[in-house]
């Protein structure tokens, strides 16, 4: 049973660039939430996809932008990059949409690099 | 608003040791979830406990054992003979009833020396 993968694992942008990032969710799930996790500090809620649609939103500006698929993959993108964008960006999945009471699993994370 | 304090920054112990991990939080949710997360340096976070906010029941798992006091807004957990495996960023989480997303505590780096 394959787990919360995520793609690609480390990669490295220019600041003004686009980046997009993506997640497959653990089999049988259907809902994803994103995190950005900054160095030393813990993981900070992005949004949550469910149905195809974004439930909720962190404090987050309109340049994290996210889509959620038929087949309940995610992509989190993010336009006009920063060098405060440099993170580790976690995915999460879950089931049945309120994520925030189940039992999450997340990836392995993509490590954004900014320069 | 919903906060997670995690006030140790760093923990070092030596093997064997007991070690115990705080964590204080705030809410305003009446029904709540609290969690534990163990993240080792491949970075990927590995779920360790699940509470809501009507079983203040403690819980022991092998080592791990967790003790949630809704009085003073903690939920702090302990290791048992610490082992080098178990070296790692540990972090507390709250999610309320109602809200669809975790608030995580900014984690404790725990090093077990052999």
């Known amino acids: 049973d394959a787990g919360v993968t995520q793609s690609p694992t480390h990669l490295i942008k220019t600041r003004g660039q686009q980046v997009t990032l993506r997640c497959s969710p653990k089999?049988?799930?259907?809902?994803v939430s994103w995190y950005q996790q900054a160095l030393g500090q813990g993981p900070q809620f992005i949004f949550q996809y469910y149905e195809e649609e974004e439930r909720q939103r962190g404090n987050f500006p309109d340049r994290f932008s996210g889509h959620q698929f038929p087949n309940y993959s995610s992509e989190l993108n993010v336009n006009a990059l920063l060098l405060g964008d440099s993170a580790l960006y976690l995915c999460?999945?879950?089931?049945?949409?309120?994520?925030?009471?189940?039992?999450?699993?997340f990836g392995p994370g993509t490590r954004l690099t900014v320069t | 608003a919903q906060k997670v304090t995690q006030a140790q920054t760093e923990i070092s112990v030596v093997e064997k040791e007991d070690v115990t991990l705080d964590c204080v939080y705030e809410t305003r949710d009446t029904t709540y979830y609290l969690f534990w997360y163990k993240q080792p340096p491949s970075g990927e976070l590995v779920f360790l406990i699940r509470?809501?906010?009507?079983?203040?029941q403690n819980e022991i798992s092998g080592r791990y054992s967790w003790n949630f006091q809704k009085s003073t807004s903690s939920f702090n957990f302990t290791i048992t003979a610490s082992q080098v495996v178990d070296s790692a960023v540990y972090f507390c989480?709250?999610?309320?009833?109602?809200?669809?997303?975790?608030?995580f505590g900014k984690g404790t780096l725990l090093t077990v020396n052999p």
């Open positions: 509470r809501n906010s009507f079983d203040e």
């Open positions: 999460a999945s879950s089931k049945g949409g309120l994520a925030g009471i189940n039992e999450q699993y």
């Open positions: 089999s049988g799930h259907d809902t």
């Open positions: 989480a709250l999610s309320g009833g109602s809200n669809y997303k975790l608030t």
